[in-house]
DNA sequence: TATCTCTGTTAACTTAAACTCAACAGTGAG
DNA sequence: CTCACTGTTGAGTTTAAGTTAACAGAGATA
């Protein structure tokens, strides 16, 4: 039938809201999307979207055909997945989210070796700490921490996420070790600006638990920019180990309070529930709880990597 | 998404039971069909149908593949469906199905009539007697008597189907006229070989309700050849009104018991059931209902046609 | 077992559809 | 009012789809 060629070119303008937006995420040009358009809604003989240069509706009838267009591609993309789930070799696009400092540190260097063990894949890594809508960015996987699931995503742990409160050997010898939590208040602390509750610290050993509150004059939203400060001597902050953790073990930082835990937020992968998994998430995620390590991620173990 | 397109393709493989007879319904070549099944196949990398010159048949990965591509064909179909039925004009080919005699003398004159209105309308008639899968056959209406509709057929009438039997002048001139249907038992009652109980002839009279079984030298599968056979003189027949209407309003055949009614077998139209009746099923239903008369066809009526 | 018929495949070529480029009209934002 | 970016469309290019023709293969039939 003439029409179903032109269905993801329709669903795209809807999603991505513009014709101009539609054709760069389908690798087209502004041209061929509005040719394809204005030519089903001849072979339909109906008016499917309202637009002006600025402003694009569904009419009565787009609004219609929308619903069953929709199926119609999630349905032939279910019969995609199945397939090359079933049977194919892992193959197409991966676009995968991460945020920037994990994903500078920890996701980008494994996505060579993904890739050469899956040729057919390619990869399309976006860092950025942002939230991601990935029904509307066409975000395969979205890597977070503390996960927040949306209720049609699905999480899947790829690491714990242990942190700790870690200083400069240098920052120590000017200001001295402090044997408690509670001295902290006597610190200067950074903040990393996009956690919650940024400056309430909570330790717990054995069957102590406290809460500190601290402060500092430096607060920023990347944590690699207060590693940076902290290897230059300047306060301590609480780093996530899968950023302090190589500079521990070269010594360069140290964790203050090792007999401590604190909170964890983990590390996830999220990703559109579905039917069927495509092959090329399930096989990245595998990949990626492998490389890091599973329950004792390599940023966590003595062995460097 | 690349696969879509090959989507109605693959169905009518399948559907047809091969390359050739797909290609045939599709208004491809065959190598064009197997061009396009090739290229779908590389692009999920799997096979989707084992097959030889001779047999076809799914492989696993071609099952899942059919399930999910079926969806995304009728959600697609529904789509153009809902979208031409609200706004636009009924187009496209009309594929009608009906009975040798019945077809030839009432569906075929109203075709030319039907096409002028709705000039964007095609239509494929096939005259056959034997039932038709509608699905198998890619059949939009097929009109029957006495319906016995598949669970997910609708029948909608046509007109009524009334029978009568009649001889001709100068059969009763030679052979007597007779009074009653009992007295059937001494003529030579020709019969309609594809009718159920076909020698089982039933009458009624107010409260009058008598069988006759009756038999003769000669029966055959095409009321038209009965009505030759009478119109010569050679016995008597139940016929359908619609094929000796004319020939009775003519004075050239004439109602043995015009008395007595006969059980009758209504003219309905088969379709399959779904959310959308594409336009151009609804529009030729309604223009047969109409042109046929309703509840007093104009083969039952005094005026000619 | 040999022959025939009809299937599906594929190379070479043709055709049609899809696409790009470039220029333009139109519309909100500032 | 100006600007930036939208969607449209004619002209031309590119690519995919399709046809033709020849062929190998497999069931059916004699």
Same mark, same amino acid.
């Given at each position: 039938? *003439?029409?179903?060629?032109?269905?993801p070119?329709?669903?795209?303008?809807?999603?991505?809201?513009?014709?101009? #937006?539609?054709?760069?995420?389908?690798?087209?040009?502004?041209s061929a999307?509005?040719?394809?358009?204005?030519q089903?809604?001849?072979?339909?003989?109906?008016?499917?979207l309202?637009?002006?240069t600025?402003?694009?509706?569904?009419?009565?009838?787009g609004?219609?055909?929308y619903?069953?267009?929709?199926?119609a591609?999630?349905?032939?993309?279910?019969?995609?997945?199945c397939?090359?789930?079933?049977?194919?070799?892992?193959?197409?696009?991966?676009?995968?989210? #991460?945020?920037?400092?994990f994903g500078?540190?920890?996701?980008?260097?494994?996505?060579?070796e993904?890739?050469s063990r899956?040729?057919?894949?390619?990869v *399309?890594l976006?860092?950025d700490?942002?939230?991601?809508?990935?029904?509307?960015?066409?975000?395969?996987?979205a890597?977070?921490?503390?996960?927040l699931p949306?209720?049609?995503l699905?999480?899947?742990?790829?690491?714990?996420?242990?942190?700790?409160?870690?200083?400069?050997?240098?920052?120590?010898?000017?200001?001295?070790?402090p044997?408690?939590?509670?001295?902290?208040?006597?610190?200067?602390?950074?903040?990393?600006s996009?956690? *919650?509750?940024?400056n309430?610290?909570?330790f717990?050993?054995?069957?102590?638990?406290?809460?500190i509150?601290?402060?500092?004059?430096?607060?920023?939203?990347?944590?690699e920019?207060?590693?940076q400060?902290?290897?230059?001597?300047?306060?301590?902050?609480?780093?996530?180990t899968?950023?302090?953790?190589?500079?521990?073990k070269?010594?360069?930082?140290?964790n203050l309070?090792?007999?401590?835990?604190?909170?964890?937020?983990?590390?996830y992968a999220?990703?559109?529930a579905?039917?069927?998994?495509?092959?090329?998430?399930?096989?990245?995620? *595998?990949?990626a709880?492998?490389?890091?390590?599973?329950?004792?991620?390599?940023?966590?173990?003595?062995?460097?990597?």
């Amino acid at each position: 039938m *003439d029409g179903i060629g032109a269905i993801p070119i329709f669903i795209a303008v809807i999603k991505y809201k513009g014709f101009s #937006a539609a054709a760069e995420h389908l690798g087209l040009t502004k041209s061929a999307v509005s040719k394809r358009i204005s030519q089903l809604e001849a072979q339909l003989g109906a008016k499917l979207l309202h637009r002006t240069t600025r402003k694009l509706s569904l009419t009565e009838a787009g609004e219609q055909y929308y619903v069953h267009a929709l199926k119609a591609l999630t349905a032939a993309q279910d019969a995609q997945d199945c397939v090359t789930q079933l049977q194919g070799e892992p193959q197409g696009k991966l676009r995968i989210h #991460a945020p920037m400092s994990f994903g500078h540190l920890h996701v980008s260097p494994l996505i060579p070796e993904f890739i050469s063990r899956y040729p057919k894949i390619s990869v *399309d890594l976006v860092l950025d700490d942002k939230a991601v809508d990935l029904v509307a960015q066409g975000v395969d996987v979205a890597i977070r921490s503390g996960h927040l699931p949306d209720s049609n995503l699905v999480a899947r742990k790829l690491a714990p996420g242990n942190s700790m409160v870690c200083a400069s050997p240098e920052y120590i010898a000017k200001h001295g070790q402090p044997s408690h939590p509670s001295q902290l208040t006597e610190h200067n602390c950074l903040l990393f600006s996009y956690s *919650d509750n940024a400056n309430q610290w909570h330790f717990s050993q054995d069957k102590e638990h406290c809460q500190i509150e601290v402060n500092g004059n430096y607060q920023a939203n990347n944590s690699e920019a207060l590693r940076q400060a902290l290897l230059k001597g300047f306060g301590v902050a609480r780093l996530p180990t899968f950023i302090a953790g190589k500079d521990i073990k070269a010594g360069k930082l140290v964790n203050l309070f090792p007999s401590y835990t604190m909170p964890h937020k983990d590390i996830y992968a999220l990703y559109i529930a579905r039917q069927y998994l495509p092959k090329k998430v399930r096989v990245f995620l *595998d990949f990626a709880i492998e490389y890091f390590g599973s329950d004792t991620p390599y940023w966590d173990t003595e062995s460097d990597r």
